[in-house]
């Protein structure tokens, strides 16, 4: 489906032509939660479930607007690489759903999933102890408190690197376009867009959830706990390596430091006693 849109494009219009897609759709999806958290009527009413209540600077929100257009980018040219390989023969992409049978689609998808988790924890794991990635990797770090936009906001190879299962997955099991491409949109961006925008509605994974991770998880590693909390959807490679850190561990090692979910509790008591 998607391969077919792009079909006879030299590779040169085929990366920009992606390239412009991904940007545009960084810019309206992560603008539009921005302005709605933290521009909006609604600004207010939203910082109750902000992780940190500081507000986060201008300058800081353009840093990530521009890190995320470049990293946005990158990522579409691993895109652009996968559709230039199908075209050629190289990787095992297929364009129609029925190519393979349908109960292999979520199959792929799952496998999919694990790649991700895998690689993902294992190349975050490796960027905070090795001294040259760490050093790539500390572009994203610069963003202790990030908005939506902070989701993109990495270095270009840090993000092409992250990005690159789009690449590889390919060549090691067959894959349907839009189960590629729609995995990696759903849990790396949408999910990620989550994870950075530092705020922890109750209808969201909770802070004190065992094996799913929240803004709260991401958003120290952000800020306090750069060895722990690696993982970006599950929290099982963390627990498997213990990384994990959770509030409540976090609350027995500083009596004085409350998640956002039980500041909210406490708030709310003495509102429901009266």
Excluded at 54 to 68: I, L, N
Excluded at 74 to 83: K, L
Excluded at 164 to 193: E, K, R
Excluded at 262 to 271: G, K, L, S, T, V
């Amino acid at each position: 489906m998607l391969l077919d849109l792009f079909d006879g494009l030299p590779f040169y219009l085929l990366w920009p032509a992606l390239a412009a897609i991904g940007v545009a759709w960084f810019l309206l999806v992560c603008g539009g939660l921005y302005f709605l958290l933290h521009r909006s009527a609604y600004a207010e009413t939203a910082l109750r479930f902000k992780t940190q209540l500081k507000p986060t600077p201008a300058a800081q929100v353009r840093g990530e607007v521009f890190d995320g257009v470049l990293a946005m980018s990158m990522v579409m040219g691993s895109v652009a690489i996968a559709f230039w390989c199908y075209y050629h023969g190289y990787n095992r992409l297929y364009a129609s759903p029925t190519d393979h049978p349908l109960w292999y689609i979520p199959l792929s998808i799952f496998g999919v999933f694990l790649v991700m988790e895998v690689f993902e924890w294992a190349f975050h794991w490796v960027c905070h102890r090795n001294a040259l990635l760490r050093k790539v990797h500390g572009q994203h770090h610069r963003y202790g408190n990030p908005t939506p936009f902070g989701v993109m906001a990495d270095h270009p190879v840090d993000m092409f690197i992250k990005a690159s299962p789009i690449l590889w997955i390919p060549f090691l099991f067959p894959i349907w376009d839009v189960a590629l491409i729609g995995t990696f949109a759903s849990l790396n961006f949408i999910y990620g867009i989550y994870l950075h925008a530092g705020f922890d509605p109750p209808w969201m994974p909770s802070p004190h959830s065992r094996f799913l991770v929240s803004a709260w998880h991401h958003n120290e590693h952000h800020s306090s706990s750069p060895e722990h909390n690696f993982g970006f959807f599950t929290a099982f490679m963390d627990i498997l390596f213990a990384t994990r850190l959770t509030p409540s561990e976090k609350e027995a090692e500083r009596p004085d430091y409350h998640c956002t979910e039980c500041r909210n509790a406490r708030q709310a008591a003495p509102a429901a006693a009266s």
